[in-house]
T-cell receptor, first 113, second 114 residues
Framework: DAGITQSPRYKITETGRQVTLMCHQTWSHSYMFWYRQDLGHGLRLIYYSAAADITDKGEVPDGYVVSRSKTENFPLTLESATRSQTSVYFC????????????FGPGTRLTVT | GDSVTQMEGPVTLSEEAFLTINCTYTATGYPSLFWYVQYPGEGLQLLLKATKADDKGSNKGFEATYRKETTSFHLEKGSVQVSDSAVYFCALILLKAAGNKLTFGGGTRVLVKP
């Protein structure tokens, strides 16, 4: 299906485990983003990517790792999950010509116990 | 640095009431301004935008005018429906923003009651 998808939609994991959240877009957008959304903090940028093999830190990158070997995929890995990483994670993408126009996935609700 | 300030919610309204959500910004240059909406259980989606001063963005009955003199981009709708219940985010981007990154406000939750 066309668009931007995230998987899994819900995940429960234990403290210390590694978990990877997947993001896939079918538009061949250059830019991709990972955000986390928490009550009282709004939307915070974790990492972003301007193209394949180009990634950069956002506002809250600690504890997260990203990669972008293909334009359409942008996985986010929590190397050793902590309770403070319990959140809703959103992936987004945008084209170079659509300044500020980002397309968001449906989100992944992650609970770290 | 650049920032966006929105009125805190929740904003609770009755159906057909007039909605205003205030948004002001601070930016080092001349930003483009956006309103995004997040319906329950979904990701954000672009509602409307304005790219220069005095531009009016509109969509789905919502409007917002880019006011450079007051650095504001207030969102309005004349007659809300229950289906407008959502969280609304004001955002900005500068023309030369690295990575096409948006600066978001904190979001305003709107609840419309029948």
């Amino acid at each position: 299906d066309a668009g931007i998808t995230q998987s899994p939609r819900y995940k429960i994991t234990e403290t210390g485990r590694q978990v990877t959240l997947m993001c896939h877009q079918t538009w061949s957008h250059s830019y991709m983003f990972w955000y986390r959304q928490d009550l009282g903090h709004g939307l915070r940028l974790i990492y972003y990517s301007a193209a394949a093999d180009i990634t950069d830190k956002g506002e809250v990158p600690d504890g997260y790792v990203v990669s972008r070997s293909k334009t359409e995929n942008f996985p986010l890995t929590l190397e050793s999950a902590t309770r403070s990483q319990t959140s809703v994670y959103f992936c987004a993408s945008s084209d170079r010509t659509g300044l500020g126009e980002q397309y968001f996935g449906p989100g992944t609700r992650l609970t770290v116990t | 640095g650049d920032s966006v300030t929105q009125m805190e919610g929740p904003v609770t309204l009755s159906e057909e009431a007039f909605l205003t959500i205030n948004c002001t910004y601070t930016a080092t240059g001349y930003p483009s301004l956006f309103w995004y909406v997040q319906y329950p259980g979904e990701g954000l989606q672009l509602l409307l935008k304005a790219t220069k001063a005095d531009d009016k963005g509109s969509n789905k009955g919502f409007e917002a005018t880019y006011r450079k003199e007051t650095t504001s981009f207030h969102l309005e709708k004349g007659s809300v429906q229950v289906s407008d219940s959502a969280v609304y985010f004001c955002a900005l981007i500068l023309l030369k923003a690295a990575g096409n990154k948006l600066t978001f406000g904190g979001g305003t939750r709107v609840l419309v009651k029948p």
